[in-house]
Nanobody, 123 residues
Framework: VQLQACGGGLVQAGTSLRLSCADS????????MGWFRQAPEKEREFVAA????????DFADSVKGRFTISRDRAKNTVYLQMNNLKPEDTAVYYC?????????????????WGQGTLVTVSS
């Protein structure tokens, strides 16, 4: 597994971004996938997760209703659509592949991590 996250940038509050996470080795189609984020001087926190076939998703309360997670198994890619962004969403966003097929909130469930992509939301 080799995850590559992209799509971050500097945006204004209230706008949208879509992050993508692709596996260049094409091996994540049966893995649960997650997005986490880490703001400066804060712990890395769970954002969203999706199970292996996209049928089950889970979101942190702070993003519920604003973010969606989806996956294209044929493209070995997972997406995080972020709408109505807020300054508190500013962080480095990491995608991760789980050791299981489930959607998990727990960091220890994830074995493979991408390099992170920075999202900055200005007020």
């Amino acid at each position: 597994v080799q995850l590559q996250a992209c799509g971050g940038g500097l945006v204004q509050a209230g706008t949208s971004l879509r992050l993508s996470c692709a596996d260049s080795k094409r091996t994540i189609s049966n893995n649960g996938m997650g997005w986490f984020r880490q703001a400066p001087e804060k712990e890395r926190e769970f954002v969203a997760a999706v199970n292996w076939n996209g049928g089950i998703t889970d979101f942190a309360d702070s993003v519920k209703g604003r973010f969606t997670i989806s996956r294209d198994r044929a493209k070995n890619t997972v997406y995080l659509q972020m709408n109505n962004l807020k300054p508190e969403d500013t962080a480095v966003y990491y995608c991760a592949a789980s050791l299981t097929s489930n959607a998990s909130r727990t960091r220890k469930s994830y074995r493979y991590w991408g390099q992170g992509t920075l999202v900055t939301v200005s007020s």
